[in-house]
């Protein structure tokens, strides 16, 4: 079975400041991992995915993810924090085309100016 | 390119009334279809999803139940609401064969039960 921890349920930056959002997951076979980003009373919209090949992984607004095998993260970076960070950050992992995805519980991004 | 519908988009219902939310896909054939419920500080519950037509799977046994009478249309019901169904349910599709299930979402339906 698989499985996902975000560790935080609320993450606070400053504006400009390094985001780090972590997540890290169970899976019994190489996993494809997913990170969603959710706006106040909006669905889900993906930022990057890792699926094979490059564990460095560039999604939208200058997010990126590292899959990192021996630790089991995929944690979500960003250098620089901009206002319209805030939202809530989804971790989600599958482990083939044909399963559901297992999400983690999530985690708040504040930005202050 | 593909889009997906949700209606309504908030719902006010009393305890015991019925409930019908709506979700529709545009622009693929076949897709796999899923219904997920947020409550607050409980992350996304997965309720249904389905394969195909007529085929549905429940995750969690509860008094709401989903069908898919097209192929990209799929509908979440209850019967009788509970105050604990209130939540944002939302609708999700993805690709057959995608590479690792890629899941696109709708826009959500608040539901509040009083």
């Known amino acids: 079975a698989q499985s996902v921890t975000q560790l935080g349920s609320h993450v606070s930056v400053s504006e400009g400041a390094l985001v780090l959002l972590r997540c890290n997951y169970s899976s019994s076979v190489p996993p494809y991992l997913f990170w969603y980003v959710q706006y106040p009373n909006q669905g889900l919209q993906l930022l990057l995915k890792y699926t094979t090949g490059a564990t460095l992984v560039k999604g939208i607004n200058g997010f990126e993810a590292e899959f990192k095998k021996s630790e089991t993260s995929f944690h979500l970076t960003k250098p620089s924090a901009h206002m319209s960070d805030a939202a809530e950050y989804f971790c989600?992992?599958?482990?083939?085309?044909?399963?559901?995805?297992?999400f983690g519980k999530g985690t708040m991004l504040l930005v202050s100016p | 390119s593909q889009t997906i519908h949700q209606w309504p988009a908030t719902l006010v219902q009393p305890v015991g009334s019925p409930l019908s939310l709506e979700c529709t896909v545009e622009?693929?054939?076949?897709?796999?279809l899923y219904w997920y419920r947020q409550a607050a500080g409980r992350g996304l519950q997965l309720l249904f999803y389905?394969?195909?037509?007529?085929?549905i799977s429940s995750e969690v046994p509860q008094n709401l139940s989903a069908s898919r009478p097209q192929d990209r249309q799929f509908i979440l019901s209850s019967k009788k609401l509970l105050l604990s169904d209130s939540g944002f349910y939302l609708c999700?599709?993805?690709?057959?064969?995608?590479?690792?299930?890629?899941?696109?979402f709708g826009p959500g339906t608040r539901l509040t039960v009083l």
């Open positions: 999700a599709w993805s690709e057959v064969d995608s590479q690792g299930n890629e899941q696109f």
């Open positions: 989600a992992v599958s482990d083939s085309g044909y399963s559901t995805l297992t």
């Open positions: 389905s394969i195909g037509i007529g085929q």
């Open positions: 622009g693929t054939s076949n897709p796999n």
